[in-house]
T-cell receptor, first 112, second 115 residues
Framework: DSGVTQTPKHLITATGQRVTLRCSPR?????VYWYQQSLDQGLQFLIQ???????AKGNILERFSAQQFPDLHSELNLSSLELGDSALYFC???????????FGNGTRLTVT | AQSVTQLDSQVPVFEEAPVELRCNYS??????LFWYVQYPNQGLQLLLK??????LVKGINGFEAEFNKSQTSFHLRKPSVHISDTAEYFC?????????????FGTGTQLKVEL
């Protein structure tokens, strides 16, 4: 158990809808990362927060947004969903910016 | 920009045989390298990391990796594999810029251990 908790585990929704994925980092970790894993794109870095502040941005679509709250949990919001957004979304956390990442078990999103 | 290349998408190997999973990277800044393992329906688990110091890094489950700066490689090795090592293995390089960390993963290598 990595200590990173992601909810929900599975999510099925229709095109055009909006969903929110939630992540609770390991106790003591200030940094949260979001990744998207799909068969055709592999593991893609989306965004990183550190203590509530955005620190790094990857290939995150404009339809996607994230935030990290004062209690350090994070949410990833995906809107105007398309079929191609179907993927496994991972959250990871780390103690410091250059520390190894610890991953949650992911949220599997299916867009129909 | 940094990148990671894992040349082998699949590596079949018999149990108790040695294995090497190859990883090459490119990075314009200081290099921090990692290997992660992903078992079916699970998240990624850290196997080992190279931050600095000795170029031979030992990790969990008997795995080790060697950082080779001149060849920009970070190959993962295990002298004798077990059925339970069957999983997907990802090499990753970390780029620390502007107070952030972009950890870039390779495309992964599926290790299949056979009896």
């Amino acid at each position: 158990d990595s200590g990173v908790t992601q909810t929900p585990k599975h999510l099925i929704t229709a095109t055009g809808q909006r969903v929110t994925l939630r992540c609770s980092p390991r106790s003591g970790d200030l940094s949260v990362y979001w990744y998207q894993q799909s068969l055709d794109q592999g593991l893609q870095f989306l965004i990183q927060y550190y203590n509530g502040e955005e620190r790094a941005k990857g290939n995150i679509l404009e339809r996607f947004s994230a935030q990290q709250f004062p209690d350090l949990h994070s949410e990833l919001n995906l809107s105007s969903l398309e079929l191609g957004d179907s993927a496994l979304y991972f959250c990871a956390s780390s103690e410091a910016v250059n520390s190894p990442l610890h991953f949650g078990n992911g949220t599997r999103l299916t867009v129909t | 920009a940094q990148s990671v290349t894992q040349l082998d998408s699949q590596v079949p190997v018999f149990e108790e045989a040695p294995v090497e999973l190859r990883c090459n990277y490119s990075s314009s800044v200081s290099v921090y390298l990692f290997w992660y393992v992903q078992y079916p329906n699970q998240g990624l688990q850290l196997l080992l990391k190279y931050l600095s110091g000795s170029t031979l890094v030992k990790g969990i489950n008997g795995f080790e990796a060697e950082f080779n700066k001149s060849q920009t490689s970070f190959h993962l090795r295990k002298p004798s594999v077990h059925i339970s090592d069957t999983a997907e293995y990802f090499c990753a390089v970390s780029e620390l810029t502007g107070g952030g960390n972009k950890l870039t993963f390779g495309t992964g290598t599926q290790l299949k251990v056979e009896l």
